[in-house]
């Protein structure tokens, strides 16, 4: 099943509200949807996608070289820094990935040195908790090449809970995520 981009859905919409225009005296709809289409594209900035969907899609576009950059940074063994609970550690020169919880996400920026060659942030949601916290992107400012924030979570939740995680989302980054019961 091929998802719609935020952008396909924002032209289709605005394509089936042509009658709003086309009425002169209906002023009371052109306001109503002026607000709609500013909840819309304000909601839709914190908006991630499931990691496999997103795939999916990459292959079915013919982004082969984007496919294979985000595939790499997936699964291939690479680089990496770990900072989990207020300790970092790096294996490797010139780390690619970062691994992170949504409890260290405040620290990244004094506690992560090598931040130049990061392209894929890992944040993980281990507890129910971590659902009342939120992931801010502003911990992500300094990161010059970071791309791809992947989200986690071990526990038991849904796409809607994980977008209300994310604050100051810049669509700067691809967000995907994953959830994994017992994985």
């Known amino acids: 099943m091929k998802t719609k981009s935020t952008l396909e859905k924002a032209v289709k919409f605005v394509a089936n509200c042509k009658f709003i225009f086309l009425s002169k005296r209906n002023i009371f709809q052109k306001n109503i949807f002026f607000i709609l289409f500013f909840l819309t594209t304000t909601f839709s900035f914190a908006q991630s996608e499931n990691v496999d969907s997103y795939l999916k899609n990459l292959e079915s576009s013919g982004q082969s070289s984007k496919l294979s950059n985000l595939k790499h940074l997936l699964y291939d063994l690479q680089s990496s820094v770990y900072s989990f609970s207020g300790q970092t550690k790096v294996y490797g020169e010139k780390p690619t990935s970062l691994f992170t919880d949504i409890n260290s996400l405040n620290s990244l920026n004094t506690a992560v040195s090598l931040k130049s060659?990061?392209?894929?942030a890992t944040i993980k949601i281990e507890t129910s908790t971590d659902l009342n916290k939120s992931i801010d992107l502003n911990s992500f400012s300094n990161f010059e090449n970071l791309k791809y924030i992947l989200i986690i979570s071990n526990i038991q939740t849904n796409p809607a809970v994980i977008n209300n995680l994310i604050k100051n989302d810049t669509s700067?980054?691809?967000?995907?995520?994953?959830?994994?019961?017992?994985?």
């Open 117 to 120: 060659d990061i392209e894929i």
């Open 172 to 183: 700067k980054y691809v967000l995907l995520y994953k959830i994994s019961i017992g994985g």
